[in-house]
C-alpha cells in the first residue's frame, strides 16, 4: 500500500500544483472587482447574464459545438465501422494517417486551412477547373470556414474512440444475429449500434468539449463573424486585461461542461 502510494505522490501532487490549485486562484479571482484593491462581488457574474452579446455568443459556441460533434460522428462512425468490421490488414496505417494531423500545432492547421478556403485559394481554382463555381468562394472567415477547421481537428478523436469501441465487439455476435434470419441493417441498429454507444459519447465529449473552449480556430477562420464565447474569454485576459471578468466567463463554461458530462454519463447509464 504504502509503495503505492509513493509512486502516485508525484502524479498527484503535479495535479494539485499544477492543476486544481490555479482552478482555485482563478474561482477566487472571479469574485473581485476591478482596480488594485478588489473587493468581493458577483458584479462580473451578473454581468455576464445580463449583457445580450454574451447570452448570444454562449448559444452560438453551443449550436457551434453541436454542428462540429454531429458532423464528426457522421463522418467518423462508417469510417471507423469500415476499419474495424470490413478491412483485415493496414488497419494500423489508416490509424497512423488520422493521427498525423495531432503532430503539428494547431494554429499551423489552421492558418493551413486559410490557404484552402481563402478567395483564390486551392479550393476555389479546384472547383473552377471543374466549373462548378463562377464567382469567388467567399467561405473564408464565415461560420462555415470555423465549423471546417474544427471538424478536422478533432475528428481524430471521434474516429478512434469509436473504432476502439466496435474492435472489442465480437464478430461471433453479428454472425449469430444473421444465421438467425436479422437483416444487416437490423444487425446494425439491435447490435452493433447500442455496443458502440460508449465509443459515440466518448468521441462526442472529446469532440465537445474542446470545441466549447476553442477560440483559435473561430478566431483565424471565422475572423470577425468568428467570436464565440472562447475568443472572449482570451481578450478578456490579454487585451482588455479584465482578468476577473474573464476569470468568471471561464468558470461559466466549466460549468456547461461538468453539465455536459454529467448528461452523457446519465444518457450512458440509462442507456
Known sequence: MKRKIMLMSPAVFMLIAFGVVPLFIMFYFSFLSNGPHGSFTLQNYTDFFSKELYLKLTAKTVQLSLSVTLICLLVAYP???IMAKIIRKGKGLLLLLIIIPFW?????RAYSWVNLLRDGGLLEIFLRNLNLIEGSLGLLFTQTAVIIGLVHIYFPYMVITIFMSLEKLDD???DAAQSLGATPFTTFRKITL???KVGILTGSILVFIPCLGSFVEPRILGGVNGSVIGTIIEDQFFEIYGWNFGAAIAFILLA???ASMGLAARFNKEG
Open 79 to 81: 469510417m471507423a465501422y
Open 104 to 108: 503539428t500545432s494547431a494554429l499551423v
Open 172 to 174: 461471433a455476435i453479428l
Open 194 to 196: 447500442p455496443l458502440s
Open 256 to 258: 456547461m461542461v461538468l
